[in-house]
């Protein structure tokens, strides 16, 4: 790794994971490709689901619930919200 910092090289993709929950890819455009949820949020899936529909409908509230907190936490990271620091500014 040190050799291709280095040699002027930077990275294209940013393979990370977020809480220990949900891993993702970061792209130096700060697109988040390949959303995958661990076996920690799998594991917290409905066991009372009677059917597919209701399986997917527990996922789908887990994971949206974990992508909330994720994308909080995505933004807080790297520097909050431009509506944030102009309304910051305008008051001042």
């Known amino acids: 790794m040190r050799r291709h910092i280095e040699a002027g090289k930077q ?4 393979a990370m994971t977020w809480d220990d929950r949900v891993s993702f890819v970061l792209t130096p455009s700060l697109t988040i490709k ?4 661990l076996d920690v949020i799998k594991d917290a899936s409905d066991p009372t689901a009677q059917n597919d529909d209701e399986q997917f409908d527990s996922d789908m509230t887990l994971m949206t619930g974990e992508l909330a907190r ?3 936490d995505i933004v807080e990271v790297l520097g909050g919200e431009q509506g944030d620091a ?7």
């Not at 390949?34 to 949820?37: C, E, L, S």
């Open 11 to 14: 990275c294209m993709r940013l």
């Open 34 to 37: 390949r959303i995958t949820p």
């Open 70 to 72: 994720m994308f909080a």
């Open 86 to 92: 102009m309304l910051q500014a305008a008051a001042a």
